[in-house]
């Protein structure tokens, strides 16, 4: 459990600043573009890429190459493992290199339509110049994970502060020497290409200190058919979630400018606390299930997951409360520049608010994912997934009717709920142990003390608010004072209640020496 903890800080800590080198780059795109047209645009032709990450990167091929890997170390050790890895990257590059081809072709073509509406013309163009992305990531994404899988976490967790800083650097460039938003653009879209390639090249040199290197390895053999028999049915389920998230977007293209934007915006705070405590519970923990599994250990998979579902729990829940309470000065702190106005402000709120209730299902969701993953059960996600993108499009085709973006939002949600719940449901009737009921007092634990944390960061809110500061200021001492004293009550809570996990994180704090 210690050393679990230890790899979790890793990650966690190298993600938080990914992250908030992210946030910054959000910041300065919305202060630069605000919710204009380019920026939705932008969005959108960055969506295409970032699927096809999710498909053929850390997602279906990822889960796929986890438990197959971790196989093959336990039988021939690191070099056949390494082998092996090999083949699968060769073919990947083949596979992406015909789908970058082809897209960029007809990419091109479609934005010289004129029957095209301009705003479409405009995503195309820059989709074009973005679709390259595609093959550095999904190549880096797959490095990542044959360096997780050896134990390196930290150099995989990080790369994504290269890609922030090449956009952040990129923007600032373009603002100086371009006047119109389309130059600005521009720019940011050789960021993107720069900061790509530096994304594969730096877990790639830290691979290769582990004793990988680059060779043509053609010929497969009864891993690769086992490896294609896993990725097809996680192929069918990642495609399905991708297409959620590209349809909610193209539906909010054709809604106004602005939708796109503030959907994203919405949704990139409610990634963050799951980008940096979710993602890596669920990147530490993949490993070990998957080699629980492997030796046969079911008490040690239960052990393991329900361990990682308390984690998931007890950070998801009070940060989606937060960022539903906090919402209004959280964005007045961090946006509330240039371009980026207080109506636009008034739009994201209430969808940050939808994204913050249902942080705690999205963050169960991708965790059980992987439970079932680990176990090679790839058909029950899928399955899950088709049911969860009819219910986004039926139930966001009919919301953003009646309430605009929100209602797309509530819509994916709702979707999102439906797989949280059908997930967990599939693993308990495999293992009995990892019932909902068997984690029913943590679960009760977590959400009394969030709650409890809410009402006190809204009562500071509501105070800060009426003490009479200028609006700018009002918000940053809301967030100052409300944010870690809120995290400082919520965490005593637990501990008072005797959470489960404080004791083991209770030791790792004691043992912990600078250097370790």
């Known amino acids: 459990m210690l050393r679990n903890l230890k790899n979790i800080a890793v990650v966690s800590l190298s993600t938080v600043g990914s992250r908030v080198l992210g946030l910054t780059r959000d910041i300065l795109i919305f202060a630069a ?46 070099t056949g493992a390494f082998r092996f890895f090999n083949q699968v990257l060769l073919r990947l590059l083949l596979a992406l290199g015909v789908i970058v081809t082809v897209g960029m072709a007809l990419l091109a073509w479609a934005s010289g ?24 990531i999904c190549l880096a994404a797959i490095i990542s994970a044959g360096l997780n899988l050896v134990g390196r976490f930290a150099v995989a967790a990080s790369t994504p502060i290269l890609l922030n800083g090449a956009m952040i650097g990129s923007l600032l460039i373009g603002r100086w020497l371009e006047a119109d938003p389309a130059g600005t653009v521009y720019w940011l879209c050789g960021g993107v290409l720069l900061g790509g390639s530096l994304q594969l090249l730096v877990p790639a040199i830290d691979l290769m200190r582990q004793g990988w290197r680059p060779k043509i390895e053609s010929r497969g053999g009864a891993e690769l ?28 293209y054709s809604l106004e400018e602005s939708a796109v934007s503030v959907l994203y915006l919405a949704s990139r705070l409610m990634e963050l606390p799951l980008g940096v405590f979710t993602i890596a519970v669920a990147t530490v923990f993949f490993p070990l299930l998957a080699k629980a ?43 509330l520049w240039g371009a980026f106005e207080q109506a636009d402000i008034t739009a994201t709120l209430p969808l940050l608010a939808i994204y913050g209730l249902g942080l705690p299902f999205y963050s169960a969701a991708t965790y059980a994912t992987r439970g079932l993953h680990a176990v090679k059960d790839m058909r029950t996600p899928v399955r899950v997934a088709g049911w969860c993108l009819l219910i986004n499009l039926l139930a966001g085709l009919g919301l953003m009717r009646l309430f605009g973006a929100a209602g797309l939002a509530a819509a ?29 007092r943590s679960i009760m634990k977590v959400l009394l003390s969030a709650l409890a944390m809410g009402a006190a960061c809204w009562g500071a809110a509501a105070l800060f608010t009426e003490l009479g500061f200028g609006q700018k200021m009002a918000a940053t001492l809301i967030v100052l004072v409300s944010v870690p004293g809120g995290a400082a009550f919520y965490f005593g809570l637990l501990y008072w209640l005797r959470f489960e996990e404080f004791e083991g994180l209770k030791k790792l704090l004691l043992r912990y020496k600078p250097g370790m």
């Open 113 to 136: 339509q004129p029957w095209l509406p301009e705003r479409w013309m405009l995503g195309a163009e820059l989709a074009v110049w973005l679709l390259p992305y595609m093959l550095f």
């Open 293 to 335: 599994r492997s030796t046969g250990d079911e008490a040690g998979f239960s052990q393991a997951f329900l361990q990682g579902m308390r984690l998931v729990t007890a950070i998801a829940v009070p940060a989606g409360v937060g960022l539903a309470v906090l919402g209004e000065p959280i964005l007045e702190l961090l946006f």
């Open 33 to 78: 573009l605000g919710t204009s047209l380019w920026n939705s645009a932008f969005i959108l032709a960055f969506t295409l890429p970032n699927l096809f990450r999710r498909l053929l990167g850390e997602g279906a091929l990822t889960s796929a190459l986890v438990p197959v890997f971790s196989d093959m170390r336990e039988r021939e050790g690191q």
């Open 225 to 252: 058919t086992e490896l294609w028999q896993l990725f097809l049915p996680g192929l069918m389920g990642a495609a399905i979630l991708q297409v959620n998230i590209l349809v909610s977007r193209l539906l909010a």
């Open 412 to 440: 994916n949600v709702l979707s999102a709920v439906v797989q949280s719940v059908c997930l967990w449901r599939a693993l308990a009737r495999r293992h009995n142990s990892l019932g909902f009921f068997g984690l029913r």
